[in-house]
């Protein structure tokens, strides 16, 4: 029985990484039709600007994820300026085309500055694990799982306890009214971009401090958002947080209980079982 | 107030509005009728910036707006209450009127809440409601408390009776005449229902397939043949 809670928790907290993936994933489609195939690479340059962050500013672990978030923040502004803004008014195919080759062009040329030499990013976190109730966690992992609730439920109150929040569901809802009211639509779009690039590349710091950063760590990250954001239902942020935590237990139980072989396999039998049985997604309407 | 000059219009890649011009004179209330399709829609979301005229201009107290974009419009002071009410269903009633008032400091928009639950005492009964949860006419209720949020000077109204039981239908028109004479807003008023249009408008426009084929007093319309066949139905 303990081995089962220890792998609930595991689940958990890999859970709430993925949940934080997904939200900039589904919000971003939800609201602009854009099939960001590019996602996962914002991930991965969470993790390979903290890690430079740590290495040639000596920044500490903490400020590091400050300093990588903003970062990541102010490149999803960019991409959207020179970029996604031209995406709008296009087919979807069309984006995923041009995603696709943003995500190549991101991933190689990260390889040519920085190598694909695999690294982790230091932290001051003591490797050897607390015991909490007879189950064993690196304090290193309830931090990333404390960050990543508070960084959720941070997200929810934006979107429903601020004006811009308002605006952002408005906006979501009906786009044209909302810009008859005189809300800016681009700056609705812009910030929507910039904070999903910053939500994923805060996952990539987090993952990068635990696992291993490289140039390519991007591509699976994406086809898994995806799964997830399809399971909770495209466009709709409690489905990709529920998809989020879903999927991470799924796995964790799987790899612990059948074979760790197939880890990534679970959540896409669970995306089957999905479309076969509720199609639109476990919540079925987009919602901010 | 608002000059509309010789614009032509197209959706998409269909030409709508083929040459219209009209004029709306400040305190006036003025309708545009015609049949489904025949324009009407398309000339108030040009108006409003959601669409832009290929040729031609619009002028609003002398200055050029049809290159603005819809937010720099309500600025303005032009306000549109979309066809089909387009209230947000998924906000409450409180939330449609608060973003209503999106260009006002946040105590104006409070103060201008509270005059609007004075003016329409059910939209206060169901202010945590869900919008999309109410009746078609306390939807077009809602839809016009929020367009006159921000304190507009012009009003565009698009089928504002269209679904409408006609008891409510009734209601609706008595509350746009009123905006227009109480309120001093000047009203640009498209309907498909030209006997009600008619009954509260100063002067009207009739347009058919992007062009405007009569105009004149609304009483003189009420009395001119080709109006009462076509449009009237007597």
Redesign the interface.
Same mark, same amino acid.
């Given at each position: 029985m303990l081995e089962f809670f220890q792998q609930l928790a595991n689940g958990l907290i890999i859970g709430s990484t993925y949940a934080l993936l997904t939200i900039g994933l589904t919000m971003v489609f939800g609201l602009m039709q854009i099939l960001n195939y590019a996602h996962g690479e914002f991930y991965m340059l969470g993790g390979v600007v903290a890690f430079w962050v740590t290495q040639a500013l000596h920044l500490n672990f903490f400020l590091s994820i400050i300093v990588t978030v903003a970062i990541c923040f102010m490149l999803g502004l960019v991409f959207e300026r020179i970029l996604m803004r031209r995406l709008y008014e296009v087919p979807i195919v069309t984006t995923a085309i041009v995603t696709v080759g943003l995500s190549i062009f991101l991933q190689n040329s990260v390889f040519m500055l920085w190598g694909n030499v695999p690294r982790t990013i230091p932290t001051p976190f003591p490797l050897k694990p607390l015991t909490i109730g007879g189950l064993t966690f690196t304090s290193l992992r309830i931090f990333v799982l404390i960050v990543t609730i508070a960084v959720i439920v941070f997200t929810q109150i934006i979107i429903h306890r601020t004006?811009l929040g $308002?605006?952002m $569901?408005?906006t979501f809802?009906?786009k044209?009214? %909302? %810009?008859?009211?005189?809300?800016?639509?681009r700056k609705i779009y812009a910030l929507t971009f910039a904070y999903g690039s910053a939500l994923a590349g805060l996952a990539g710091v987090l993952c990068g401090s635990y696992l291993t950063i490289s140039p390519f760590m991007g591509s699976s990250v994406t086809t898994k958002a995806w799964a997830i954001a399809i399971v909770g239902g495209i466009g709709n942020i409690p489905g990709a947080i529920f998809g989020g935590f879903l999927l991470g237990v799924v796995e964790s139980l799987g790899a612990g209980y059948l074979s760790a072989a197939y880890k990534d396999a679970y959540s896409f039998i669970i995306v089957i079982l999905v479309l076969v049985f509720r199609p639109n997604g476990l919540f079925s309407k987009k919602?901010l | 107030m608002l000059e509309i000059k010789d614009i032509k219009v197209a959706y998409k890649r269909t030409q709508v509005i083929y040459g219209l011009s009209l004029h709306v004179d400040e305190g006036e209330l003025v309708a545009l009728i015609g049949a489904n399709g025949a324009g009407k829609s398309t000339t108030l979301r040009t108006i409003s910036g959601l669409l832009h005229p290929s040729a031609g201009s619009i002028q609003y107290r002398g200055a050029d707006i049809h290159k603005l974009l819809p937010e720099q419009i309500v600025r303005l002071g032009i306000a549109h209450c979309p066809e089909g009410r387009r209230v947000w269903p998924k906000l409450t009633v409180e939330e449609n009127l608060s973003l209503g008032g999106y260009i006002l400091p946040k105590q104006r928009v409070l103060e201008k809440m509270e005059s609007m639950y004075a003016h329409f005492p059910i939209l206060k009964d169901r202010r945590s409601q869900l919008a999309g949860s109410m009746s078609g006419g306390e939807q077009q209720m809602l839809a016009i408390a929020r367009t006159l949020m921000c304190q507009p000077s012009f009003m565009l109204f698009d089928e504002p009776s269209l679904g409408l039981a006609p008891r409510i239908v009734e209601q609706v028109m008595d509350i746009i005449a009123n905006i227009n004479k109480k309120e001093n807003v000047t009203v640009l008023l498209v309907e498909q229902n030209a006997n009600m249009a008619l009954s509260i408008a100063d002067r009207a426009y009739v347009i058919e397939s992007g062009q405007l084929t009569l105009e004149g007093k609304a009483a003189d319309l009420r009395q001119d043949d080709y109006v009462r066949k076509a449009y009237l139905g007597k």
């Amino acid at each position: 029985m303990l081995e089962f809670f220890q792998q609930l928790a595991n689940g958990l907290i890999i859970g709430s990484t993925y949940a934080l993936l997904t939200i900039g994933l589904t919000m971003v489609f939800g609201l602009m039709q854009i099939l960001n195939y590019a996602h996962g690479e914002f991930y991965m340059l969470g993790g390979v600007v903290a890690f430079w962050v740590t290495q040639a500013l000596h920044l500490n672990f903490f400020l590091s994820i400050i300093v990588t978030v903003a970062i990541c923040f102010m490149l999803g502004l960019v991409f959207e300026r020179i970029l996604m803004r031209r995406l709008y008014e296009v087919p979807i195919v069309t984006t995923a085309i041009v995603t696709v080759g943003l995500s190549i062009f991101l991933q190689n040329s990260v390889f040519m500055l920085w190598g694909n030499v695999p690294r982790t990013i230091p932290t001051p976190f003591p490797l050897k694990p607390l015991t909490i109730g007879g189950l064993t966690f690196t304090s290193l992992r309830i931090f990333v799982l404390i960050v990543t609730i508070a960084v959720i439920v941070f997200t929810q109150i934006i979107i429903h306890r601020t004006k811009l929040g $308002r605006a952002m $569901r408005a906006t979501f809802q009906d786009k044209d009214v %909302a %810009a008859m009211t005189g809300i800016s639509i681009r700056k609705i779009y812009a910030l929507t971009f910039a904070y999903g690039s910053a939500l994923a590349g805060l996952a990539g710091v987090l993952c990068g401090s635990y696992l291993t950063i490289s140039p390519f760590m991007g591509s699976s990250v994406t086809t898994k958002a995806w799964a997830i954001a399809i399971v909770g239902g495209i466009g709709n942020i409690p489905g990709a947080i529920f998809g989020g935590f879903l999927l991470g237990v799924v796995e964790s139980l799987g790899a612990g209980y059948l074979s760790a072989a197939y880890k990534d396999a679970y959540s896409f039998i669970i995306v089957i079982l999905v479309l076969v049985f509720r199609p639109n997604g476990l919540f079925s309407k987009k919602e901010l | 107030m608002l000059e509309i000059k010789d614009i032509k219009v197209a959706y998409k890649r269909t030409q709508v509005i083929y040459g219209l011009s009209l004029h709306v004179d400040e305190g006036e209330l003025v309708a545009l009728i015609g049949a489904n399709g025949a324009g009407k829609s398309t000339t108030l979301r040009t108006i409003s910036g959601l669409l832009h005229p290929s040729a031609g201009s619009i002028q609003y107290r002398g200055a050029d707006i049809h290159k603005l974009l819809p937010e720099q419009i309500v600025r303005l002071g032009i306000a549109h209450c979309p066809e089909g009410r387009r209230v947000w269903p998924k906000l409450t009633v409180e939330e449609n009127l608060s973003l209503g008032g999106y260009i006002l400091p946040k105590q104006r928009v409070l103060e201008k809440m509270e005059s609007m639950y004075a003016h329409f005492p059910i939209l206060k009964d169901r202010r945590s409601q869900l919008a999309g949860s109410m009746s078609g006419g306390e939807q077009q209720m809602l839809a016009i408390a929020r367009t006159l949020m921000c304190q507009p000077s012009f009003m565009l109204f698009d089928e504002p009776s269209l679904g409408l039981a006609p008891r409510i239908v009734e209601q609706v028109m008595d509350i746009i005449a009123n905006i227009n004479k109480k309120e001093n807003v000047t009203v640009l008023l498209v309907e498909q229902n030209a006997n009600m249009a008619l009954s509260i408008a100063d002067r009207a426009y009739v347009i058919e397939s992007g062009q405007l084929t009569l105009e004149g007093k609304a009483a003189d319309l009420r009395q001119d043949d080709y109006v009462r066949k076509a449009y009237l139905g007597k």
